[in-house]
Protein backbone atom coordinates (compact mmCIF):
# COMPACT_ATOMS: atom_id res chain seq x y z
CA UNK A 1 0.00 0.00 0.00
CA UNK A 2 1.52 3.71 -1.27
CA UNK A 3 1.23 5.65 2.14
CA UNK A 4 0.82 9.58 1.83
CA UNK A 5 2.13 11.66 4.33
CA UNK A 6 0.93 15.26 4.30
CA UNK A 7 2.66 18.10 6.23
CA UNK A 8 1.92 19.93 8.10
CA UNK A 9 -0.93 18.74 9.60
CA UNK A 10 -2.73 22.36 10.86
CA UNK A 11 -0.96 25.80 9.48
CA UNK A 12 -2.47 28.84 10.81
CA UNK A 13 -2.77 31.77 8.39
CA UNK A 14 -3.98 34.77 7.70
CA UNK A 15 -6.72 35.84 4.38
CA UNK A 16 -4.14 37.14 1.51
CA UNK A 17 -1.00 34.54 3.08
CA UNK A 18 0.05 32.24 0.35
CA UNK A 19 0.96 28.23 1.50
CA UNK A 20 2.48 25.13 0.00
CA UNK A 21 1.05 22.11 1.52
CA UNK A 22 3.13 19.03 0.64
CA UNK A 23 2.21 15.79 0.09
CA UNK A 24 4.75 12.47 0.13
CA UNK A 25 4.77 9.09 -0.87
CA UNK A 26 6.14 6.06 0.26
CA UNK A 27 7.04 4.79 -3.40
CA UNK A 28 6.81 6.66 -6.28
CA UNK A 29 3.35 7.54 -7.70
CA UNK A 30 2.45 8.27 -11.44
CA UNK A 31 1.92 12.19 -11.70
CA UNK A 32 -1.58 11.64 -13.46
CA UNK A 33 -2.40 9.99 -10.64
CA UNK A 34 -2.65 12.36 -7.88
CA UNK A 35 -5.54 14.38 -6.92
CA UNK A 36 -6.21 17.58 -4.53
CA UNK A 37 -9.42 17.79 -2.61
CA UNK A 38 -10.69 20.39 -0.59
CA UNK A 39 -13.14 19.25 2.55
CA UNK A 40 -15.67 21.89 4.56
CA UNK A 41 -17.43 21.01 7.55
CA UNK A 42 -20.30 19.31 6.82
CA UNK A 43 -19.82 18.73 2.76
CA UNK A 44 -18.54 16.30 1.10
CA UNK A 45 -14.44 16.91 -0.59
CA UNK A 46 -14.26 19.27 -3.50
CA UNK A 47 -11.69 18.25 -6.48
CA UNK A 48 -9.12 21.16 -6.86
CA UNK A 49 -6.16 19.45 -8.64
CA UNK A 50 -6.19 16.43 -10.72
CA UNK A 51 -3.43 14.65 -12.58
CA UNK A 52 -1.08 16.52 -10.02
CA UNK A 53 -0.96 19.82 -12.04
CA UNK A 54 -4.66 20.22 -13.49
CA UNK A 55 -7.34 22.49 -12.31
CA UNK A 56 -10.25 20.84 -12.04
CA UNK A 57 -13.84 22.52 -13.88
CA UNK A 58 -14.68 26.09 -11.75
CA UNK A 59 -11.38 26.26 -9.50
CA UNK A 60 -10.12 29.38 -9.06
CA UNK A 61 -6.00 29.91 -11.04
CA UNK A 62 -4.87 30.78 -7.00
CA UNK A 63 -4.99 27.51 -6.81
CA UNK A 64 -1.79 24.81 -8.62
CA UNK A 65 -0.72 21.70 -8.44
CA UNK A 66 2.94 20.61 -8.98
CA UNK A 67 5.36 17.83 -8.01
CA UNK A 68 6.45 13.99 -9.34
CA UNK A 69 7.95 10.66 -8.14
CA UNK A 70 7.16 10.68 -4.54
CA UNK A 71 6.52 14.58 -3.74
CA UNK A 72 3.78 16.37 -4.42
CA UNK A 73 2.59 20.43 -3.58
CA UNK A 74 -0.52 22.31 -3.06
CA UNK A 75 0.04 25.68 -3.59
CA UNK A 76 -2.83 28.74 -3.02
CA UNK A 77 -0.84 32.03 -3.79
CA UNK A 78 -3.94 34.49 -2.08
CA UNK A 79 -5.70 32.63 0.81
CA UNK A 80 -9.42 33.88 0.37
CA UNK A 81 -11.39 33.54 3.60
CA UNK A 82 -13.20 30.36 1.98
CA UNK A 83 -10.58 28.54 1.35
CA UNK A 84 -10.08 27.99 5.13
CA UNK A 85 -10.43 24.09 5.32
CA UNK A 86 -9.35 20.62 5.08
CA UNK A 87 -6.91 19.30 2.22
CA UNK A 88 -5.95 15.83 0.88
CA UNK A 89 -3.91 14.23 -1.70
CA UNK A 90 -4.97 10.93 -2.83
CA UNK A 91 -3.42 8.71 -5.34
CA UNK A 92 -5.22 6.71 -7.59
CA UNK A 93 -2.94 4.95 -9.72
CA UNK A 94 -2.24 1.49 -7.42
CA UNK A 95 -4.89 -0.08 -5.47
CA UNK A 96 -5.41 1.00 -3.04
CA UNK A 97 -6.09 4.25 -3.85
CA UNK A 98 -5.22 5.68 -1.11
CA UNK A 99 -5.36 9.34 0.76
CA UNK A 100 -3.53 11.45 2.56
CA UNK A 101 -3.85 12.16 6.51
CA UNK A 102 -5.10 15.84 6.00
CA UNK A 103 -3.51 19.41 6.55
CA UNK A 104 -5.96 21.86 8.26
CA UNK A 105 -6.18 25.11 6.99
CA UNK A 106 -7.18 27.29 10.10
CA UNK A 107 -7.43 31.47 10.11
CA UNK A 108 -5.07 33.03 12.26
CA UNK B 1 -26.32 19.10 -13.47
CA UNK B 2 -24.46 15.98 -12.32
CA UNK B 3 -26.13 14.67 -8.84
CA UNK B 4 -25.53 11.47 -6.81
CA UNK B 5 -28.00 10.14 -4.49
CA UNK B 6 -26.86 8.08 -2.07
CA UNK B 7 -29.62 6.09 0.09
CA UNK B 8 -29.88 3.57 2.71
CA UNK B 9 -27.51 4.21 5.63
CA UNK B 10 -28.28 3.67 9.10
CA UNK B 11 -27.75 1.96 12.69
CA UNK B 12 -27.40 -1.69 12.60
CA UNK B 13 -25.75 -3.90 15.20
CA UNK B 14 -22.53 -5.44 14.55
CA UNK B 15 -22.05 -8.42 12.09
CA UNK B 16 -25.45 -7.01 10.73
CA UNK B 17 -25.90 -6.21 6.74
CA UNK B 18 -26.55 -3.34 4.94
CA UNK B 19 -27.39 -1.99 1.45
CA UNK B 20 -26.48 1.22 -0.01
CA UNK B 21 -27.30 2.68 -3.07
CA UNK B 22 -26.33 5.71 -5.37
CA UNK B 23 -28.92 7.09 -8.14
CA UNK B 24 -26.93 8.55 -10.38
CA UNK B 25 -28.15 11.52 -12.87
CA UNK B 26 -27.03 14.40 -15.25
CA UNK B 27 -24.12 12.57 -16.50
CA UNK B 28 -23.60 9.28 -18.83
CA UNK B 29 -23.63 6.48 -15.68
CA UNK B 30 -22.35 3.98 -17.82
CA UNK B 31 -19.14 5.31 -19.30
CA UNK B 32 -17.70 5.74 -15.78
CA UNK B 33 -16.51 3.64 -12.98
CA UNK B 34 -17.68 4.67 -9.44
CA UNK B 35 -16.16 4.16 -6.43
CA UNK B 36 -17.49 4.40 -3.20
CA UNK B 37 -15.29 6.39 -0.15
CA UNK B 38 -15.90 6.40 3.87
CA UNK B 39 -14.66 8.72 6.64
CA UNK B 40 -15.05 7.67 10.24
CA UNK B 41 -16.69 10.71 12.26
CA UNK B 42 -13.11 13.20 13.06
CA UNK B 43 -11.53 11.52 10.64
CA UNK B 44 -9.84 11.33 7.21
CA UNK B 45 -11.02 9.82 3.99
CA UNK B 46 -10.69 6.30 3.06
CA UNK B 47 -11.12 4.50 -0.33
CA UNK B 48 -13.20 2.03 -0.09
CA UNK B 49 -14.06 -0.10 -3.50
CA UNK B 50 -13.70 0.75 -7.10
CA UNK B 51 -16.01 -0.88 -10.25
CA UNK B 52 -15.53 -0.55 -13.84
CA UNK B 53 -18.21 1.54 -16.15
CA UNK B 54 -19.13 -1.91 -17.17
CA UNK B 55 -19.45 -3.55 -14.26
CA UNK B 56 -16.83 -6.02 -14.46
CA UNK B 57 -13.78 -5.08 -12.70
CA UNK B 58 -13.77 -4.79 -8.65
CA UNK B 59 -11.38 -3.66 -6.59
CA UNK B 60 -11.29 -3.09 -2.88
CA UNK B 61 -9.55 -1.75 -0.06
CA UNK B 62 -8.29 -4.96 2.58
CA UNK B 63 -10.36 -3.29 5.21
CA UNK B 64 -13.49 -4.53 3.25
CA UNK B 65 -12.86 -7.01 1.50
CA UNK B 66 -14.69 -10.16 1.33
CA UNK B 67 -17.12 -8.13 3.14
CA UNK B 68 -18.59 -5.56 1.21
CA UNK B 69 -19.66 -5.94 -2.56
CA UNK B 70 -19.61 -3.46 -5.09
CA UNK B 71 -22.04 -3.51 -7.63
CA UNK B 72 -24.43 -1.10 -10.55
CA UNK B 73 -27.18 -1.69 -12.52
CA UNK B 74 -26.55 0.80 -15.78
CA UNK B 75 -30.29 0.17 -16.76
CA UNK B 76 -30.80 2.70 -13.56
CA UNK B 77 -28.42 4.70 -13.31
CA UNK B 78 -27.15 3.15 -9.79
CA UNK B 79 -24.40 1.88 -7.76
CA UNK B 80 -24.96 -0.54 -5.09
CA UNK B 81 -22.70 -1.49 -1.79
CA UNK B 82 -23.28 -4.42 -0.52
CA UNK B 83 -22.02 -4.33 3.50
CA UNK B 84 -22.20 -7.65 5.33
CA UNK B 85 -20.40 -8.44 8.52
CA UNK B 86 -20.63 -5.02 9.64
CA UNK B 87 -18.24 -3.96 12.27
CA UNK B 88 -18.30 -0.97 14.61
CA UNK B 89 -14.98 0.42 12.95
CA UNK B 90 -17.46 0.36 10.01
CA UNK B 91 -18.79 3.53 11.15
CA UNK B 92 -18.38 6.09 8.37
CA UNK B 93 -20.30 8.96 6.52
CA UNK B 94 -19.89 6.81 3.15
CA UNK B 95 -19.85 8.97 -0.15
CA UNK B 96 -20.70 7.54 -3.97
CA UNK B 97 -18.38 9.62 -5.90
CA UNK B 98 -17.28 9.51 -10.13
CA UNK B 99 -14.01 7.55 -10.09
CA UNK B 100 -12.26 11.13 -11.67
CA UNK B 101 -13.47 12.51 -8.35
CA UNK B 102 -14.83 15.28 -10.24
CA UNK B 103 -17.91 14.82 -8.21
CA UNK B 104 -19.27 13.41 -4.57
CA UNK B 105 -22.91 12.52 -3.48
CA UNK B 106 -23.23 14.34 -0.31
CA UNK B 107 -23.19 10.77 1.49
CA UNK B 108 -25.05 7.75 3.75
CA UNK B 109 -24.27 7.77 7.48
CA UNK B 110 -23.75 4.58 8.42
CA UNK B 111 -23.47 3.44 12.54
CA UNK B 112 -22.38 0.12 13.86
CA UNK B 113 -23.13 -0.46 17.35
CA UNK B 114 -24.88 -2.43 19.85
Known amino acids: EIVLTQSPGTLSLSPGDGVALSCRASQSVSSIHVAWYQQKPGQAPRLLIYGASSRATGIPDRFSGSGSGTDFTLTISRLEPEDFAMYYC?????????FGQGTRLDIK | EVQLLESGGGLVQPGGSLRLSCGASGFSFSRYAMSWVRQAPGEGLEWVAV????????DYADSVKDRFTISRDNSKNTLYMEMNSLRVDDTAVYYC???????WGQGTLVSVSS
Open chain 2, 97 to 103: VVATGAH
Open chain 1, 90 to 98: QQYGTSPYT
Open chain 2, 51 to 58: ISNGGGTT
